[in-house]
């Protein structure tokens, strides 16, 4: 009988409990999603991406979008300018794992407004999203460090040039703000009920009239009803004829 064969079998369970282990705590996790407003949908550009749990840092990009590596139960924050942080447990063991996070705009930064009676309700909207986001909107793009600098002399770097995570993150926000305003601007005007009541159109017919047709911001700002009707009815007249 060999009396070697139990000590055998227990240097392999070690072996392979061991190596089981190494792989477990190597097993990788891909965090993704987007970080967005959470009332008003506006995509977060390079807000950071914290694992706490391993230390590790990443950013979101212009589109909101980020990706970073964790493992199970890792701790990851979120945070942007302005904004309460976040936080979500990972739960996956392997693979790639979708997280979209909300962000809330802090309370105190939050300033009351009046609104006016006489204010279509696009405006009055307007006024309040401007007066939510009034704490990064109103803040100065501050110029690249060395801009003014006379050719030749050396170049100070600042910590608050737009190179900064900082003023990126204001700049691409600031963008992104004036373009969501653009379209819910259109969206205020160009309704599928306004729409129907000039054309006539219903169900698909009217969704994909609209989509063909979607209007010009510009465009639409120097209309007025009277002349937008006239738009949507040439705009009719000609898809009606494909």
Do not use: C
């Not at 060999?2 to 055998?8: E, F, L």
């Not at 967005?36 to 979101?60: H, I």
């Not at 493992?71 to 979209?100: A, K, M």
Request: proline share 4%.
């Amino acid at each position: 009988m060999n009396t070697h064969t139990p000590v055998k079998r227990l240097l392999t369970l070690f072996l392979v409990s061991i190596l089981f282990m190494a792989v477990k705590s190597q097993a990788q996790v891909i965090l993704t999603g987007s970080i967005v407003d959470k009332d008003n949908r506006l995509v977060l550009p390079y807000a950071s991406v914290f694992n706490k749990t391993t230390g590790k840092r990443a950013y979101s990009d212009k589109g909101g979008f980020y990706k970073i590596s964790a493992h199970q139960n890792d701790v990851v924050i979120f945070s942007f300018l302005g904004y309460v942080p976040d936080s979500v447990v990972v739960q996956q063991s392997l693979g790639t794992e979708t997280r979209d996070v909300g962000l809330v705009v802090e309370t105190r930064q939050l300033r009351g407004i009046e609104v006016s009676s006489g204010l279509s309700p696009y405006q009055a909207d307007s006024m309040e999203r401007r007066a939510k986001f009034g704490y990064i909107l109103d803040l100065p793009n501050h110029k690249l460090a060395g801009e003014s600098t006379p050719q030749g002399a050396g170049l100070v770097f600042s910590p608050f040039t737009r190179y900064s995570r900082k003023e990126k993150q204001k700049r691409e926000f600031k963008k992104i703000y004036a373009k969501a305003e653009m379209q819910k601007y259109i969206d205020s005007r160009f309704t599928p009920l306004f729409v129907s009541r000039v054309t006539s159109l219903k169900g698909d017919s009217l969704l994909h009239f609209m989509q063909d047709n979607y209007p010009d911001y510009n465009t639409l700002r120097n209309m007025n009803n009277e002349d937008f009707i006239y738009w949507i009815t040439d705009k009719y007249k000609a898809w009606n004829k494909k």
